[in-house]
């Protein structure tokens, strides 16, 4: 599951965000979802195995962003996942870097 933010091409909602358009990823579209499913998801602890967050544009940690907007999410991540039945066996990875990038 890969939680990405709502993006518009050609006038029409994609679902995906921008950085994950490039070819081979977008094929994969039905295993893409919006951030309200994560939370919901991790409520009930129906996560899958691994999940990829990638954060909007609005919650961005780069400078001339407002950084606040970037640790409110991480925060949001962290509770729901905290609060979840699947807790006790999960890893939360905090990478700094763009999708694609070096982790």
């Not at 679902?15 to 409520?43: C, Q, T, W």
């Not at 544009?57 to 780069?62: G, M, S, T, V």
């Not at 509770?79 to 763009?98: I, M």
């Amino acid at each position: 599951m890969i939680p990405c933010a709502e993006s518009t091409f050609g006038g029409q909602s994609s679902g995906i965000d921008p950085d994950l358009m490039m070819m081979g990823v977008a094929r994969h579209r039905s295993n893409f979802f919006s951030h309200r499913h994560l939370f919901e998801r991790a409520a009930n602890g129906t996560l899958p195995a691994f999940s990829f967050v990638m954060p909007s544009l609005q919650a961005c940690d780069h400078p001339c962003f407002d950084m606040a907007k970037g640790e409110r999410q991480l925060k949001d991540i962290y509770e729901a996942l905290r609060a979840g039945p699947a807790w006790q066996k999960t890893l939360f990875l905090v990478a700094y870097d763009d999708s694609g990038g070096f982790y």
